[in-house]
Nanobody, 121 residues
Framework: QVQVVESGGGLVQPGGSLTLSCAASGRISRLNVMAWYRQAPGKRRDLVASIAGSSSTFYLDSVKGRFTISRDNAKNTVYLHMNSLKPDDTAVYYC???????????????WGQGTQVTVSS
């Protein structure tokens, strides 16, 4: 069985920083594309950042230069380092993991449960 769990959300003042973590556990043979999405109340879920391999990354225009996605394959973990946070960054952030399992029945795309990020003074 495979699980994907996020952590690191919270309340932060504008201009502050947070780092989100997403850990995949289970019989995982390989992490493929890993990504972070976010969804604010009443809005659609948007792709914020993704990473394929160790260096191929994508960022939403509004977070470029402020957010950095990284991964630690040895820990099956992906991170989202968020700096210069703005109130518009307030949302539930979801991890999306495309992975292979030693048990092929569990290979596929997984979503975490979401972690709330609130940027407010």
């Amino acid at each position: 069985q495979v699980q994907v769990v996020e952590s690191g959300g919270g309340l932060v003042q504008p201009g502050g920083s947070l780092t989100l973590s997403c850990a995949a556990s289970g019989r995982i043979s390989r992490l493929n594309v890993m990504a972070w999405y976010r969804q604010a109340p009443g809005k659609r879920r948007d792709l914020v950042a993704s990473i394929a391999g160790s260096s191929s990354t994508f960022y939403l225009d509004s977070v470029k230069g402020r957010f950095t996605i990284s991964r630690d394959n040895a820990k099956n973990t992906v991170y989202l380092h968020m700096n210069s946070l703005k109130p518009d960054d307030t949302a539930v952030y979801y991890c999306n993991a495309n992975l292979d399992s030693y048990d092929s029945d569990y290979s596929g795309i997984y979503w975490g449960q979401g972690t709330q990020v609130t940027v407010s003074s």
